[in-house]
């Protein structure tokens, strides 16, 4: 895993991932008091960063491989950026996802082409009915996040971020990032070493569900006690990946945990500000700029916003409550 | 009034508007029956593409006249732009607006360093409250559309129009913009028949405030019978402006109108689909695209989504709609 996977990712993605702005506001400014400026990858294809690693991993593939077809789990934005990516090079996806997963997900999903295939989280066994039809029809297991290829494709989002900023005079910031497996973060974290070295990255998470921060602090990995309860659902992981937490270690300073309702404050600040949709677990970031700014030490802030795929019901809490 | 204005517009723009994304997703275009692609203005400084033109006329101004200061009428978006464009030129700022717009932008404008003077549009004359203070201090007016450095401004819309279609290998398209006092539509055209001659404008009005459409049926201006009732307050003129209107006629096709609630159609669809946030006046040529194709001949509509700057509580009311 290196800054050349990276690049030669970004390579792979020049024409089909966009480049996102990195968008700012003096009112965010005020709030957060220091500069900060969001990498908008909610506007990017499938409305996440998901369809970079996807892509990623899928052009990487020998083409033999590639074409008997992928196969992934997910219950949201990994499984769209997975069923574009796929169909934009013509291979068959197949994603397992949960009966439960949002229907909005699920349909969209099954709209850009892939094939899902649903089980229940509470009686059924996730991996084994996805290796039983990976073996049954040679699919290649696409990972959300421990898998370098993928960790590549997201590291674009560092490079682009290292350019746009360099083109803005900013030399030193740091660059703070929604986490959940880490596959977003260290890839980010990599690119910015060897193309920013004056940035620095910081893993972002929802309170209670903070196992990067919990495992940074400790030097070794941390698990989460409960898998539910976070409205910020998109980065709700058991724990970081045994690729991409020795990166993180090496790399990140301190984690940050934020609550939902800093969330939701963040989204509608978002909508006001910046005229961007955020999903919660996408807000983390950015919530922890504009009411953590004590944690932070530097005068610039990037975050991300690393997608936007939410359910207009929540949207609309969103707005009422902070809007 | 010519192409060149424009690029030296450009010019004095470039590192400080927002070269703002062309966005689009599949399931748009399915939903229209052609390819769609999302001018977003709403992400450029200010929340509307407002900023462009006020920033070209000050830079424009000798540095004598413009040190003593700016004024201008508006309820919002030209309100913005000026005085984001006066305080970054380090200049003053005096903006007329009515007592009854809409309190955050009210607020908005003060926090970016303009004077706000308000009155009473039941009472008081706009016009002579503005002469008078003009007079006193000495202050250039920056007229809202009918302004040739304004008209330029904005026409650096239409450059990077035709830079990223081009960069997408598309040379014929309709372009779709909403339109006012005809500000953005005429530079966008007088950009395209320069740069991109296989393009065509279409101007996109509101129902019932469709003076521009019904003024290139007849060949002459034409007035709006009302001011008020659109949801689409950004775009409600009386009538094309006096420069404005003959670039139209000799540039753009027929105007194309929608109803209020095609543009809360489309501004959740926006939402769900681009993760981008926009106002109803500047998602009338959305709408246009998505539900009124039968007026459309070319494959692939482009359509500028010219704002963002609306109230949280009617975004709510699209998305409870529509969403």
């Given at each position: 895993m290196n800054i050349d996977m990276i690049r030669a990712a970004a390579a792979r993605l020049d024409g089909h991932a966009r480049r996102t702005p990195l968008l700012g506001s003096p009112f965010l400014d005020e709030i957060a008091g220091r500069r900060v400026l969001?990498?908008?990858e909610c506007l990017q294809h499938t409305g996440s960063f998901k369809y970079r690693g996807a892509r990623a991993a899928l052009t990487a593939l020998d083409p033999a491989t590639r074409a008997r077809g992928v196969i992934a789990f997910s219950s949201g934005n990994h499984a769209q950026g997975v069923a574009l990516?796929?169909?934009?090079?013509?291979?068959?996806a197949l994603i397992v996802m949960p009966s439960d997963a949002p229907k909005l997900k699920i349909a969209n999903t099954r709209a850009l082409?892939?094939?899902?295939?649903?089980?229940?989280r509470a009686t059924e066994d996730r991996d084994a009915i996805g290796a039983r039809l990976a073996g049954e029809r040679g699919l290649t297991l696409v990972k959300p996040f421990d898998e370098p290829e993928v960790i590549a494709g997201q590291g674009t989002v560092g490079l682009e971020i290292a350019a746009?900023?360099?083109?803005?005079g900013i030399e030193r910031a740091e660059v703070l990032v929604p986490c959940g497996g880490g596959g977003l973060t260290s890839g980010i974290a990599l690119a910015l070493e060897a193309e920013a070295p004056g940035f620095r990255v910081r893993p972002c998470e929802p309170e209670g569900f903070d196992d990067t921060r919990r495992s940074l602090a400790a030097g070794e990995i941390r698990t989460n006690a409960q898998m539910t309860g976070s409205i910020c659902d998109a980065i709700v992981t058991p724990s970081p990946g045994k690729l991409t937490f020795p990166i993180m270690h090496r790399l990140c300073g301190p984690g940050l945990a934020v609550s939902d309702d800093d969330c939701l404050h963040a989204m509608a600040l978002a909508f006001t500000r910046l005229k961007i949709v955020i999903e919660p677990g996408g807000a983390v970031a950015l919530a922890a700029a504009l009411w953590h700014g004590d944690d932070l030490t530097r005068e610039t802030a990037i975050v991300v916003a690393s997608?936007?795929?939410v359910d207009a019901a929540l949207f609309r809490e969103a707005l009422e409550r902070f809007g």
């Open positions: 969001v990498k908008s990516a796929a169909r934009e090079l013509g291979v068959a082409g892939a094939e899902v295939v649903l089980y229940d746009q900023a360099a083109a803005m997608g936007g795929n």
